[in-house]
Each structure stands twice: as structure tokens, then as C-alpha cells.
């Protein structure tokens, strides 16, 4: 019997289990670290926007934010349609300026 108990309990302690509330949150923050590092990717692998590294991309709850500084509105419009078209991008916040300071 005694061996039965720890066997079970083994068992339950192998399987990581979490109640569904307490691991949700936690995947949702994986989630989008994953969204935000293939926007990322995006931004770097697209000839127009590379050169701009200082685009800076945020995912919260699936909705991107991309802030920082171009040169020009196409480069902008570029960068948001790259991040609309990631898997996972529920909305994109536009919040590039442009224009040179």
C-alpha cells in the first residue's frame, strides 16, 4: 500500500500539474514573447525596414505595439502590416513617428 502511495504521488509530481488559472497567465506570457520575437523577426528579415532598428516591438494579451522613429510613411505602413500578418497578432498599437527630429 505504502508503495502504491508513493508510486501515485510520483506520478502526480512528474506531470507538473497546475490548476488551469495559475497556468494560463503563464502561457499567455509565453505566448507573447513568441509574437513579439517574430514581429521582431519580421521588422529584421524585410529589406525596408531592417535598417530601422530602433523599432521597438511590445506584445501584451496578443496586441503588438510598435514604437520608435522612421524616416518615412511607407516605412511605418511597412512595419505594421508585417506585424498584423504574425500568427497570434490580435491588433497592432501604430505608435512610429516619423519624420526626422
Do not use: F
Not at 2 to 24: D, F, I, M, N, V
Amino acid at each position: 500500500m505504502r508503495r502504491l502511495l508513493l508510486l501515485l504521488l510520483a506520478a502526480g509530481c512528474a506531470t507538473g500539474y497546475r490548476k488551469p488559472q495559475e497556468s494560463e497567465p503563464m502561457a499567455r506570457g509565453i505566448e507573447d514573447r513568441n509574437v513579439a520575437s517574430r514581429v521582431r523577426l519580421a521588422l529584421a528579415g524585410d529589406p525596408e525596414t531592417a535598417p530601422y532598428e530602433g523599432i521597438t516591438v511590445r506584445c501584451e494579451g496578443g496586441v503588438v505595439t510598435l514604437e520608435g522613429a522612421v524616416d518615412r510613411a511607407a516605412v511605418k505602413r511597412r512595419a505594421v502590416e508585417l506585424a498584423k500578418a504574425v500568427p497570434g497578432a490580435t491588433r497592432v498599437e501604430d505608435r512610429i513617428t516619423t519624420g526626422r527630429s
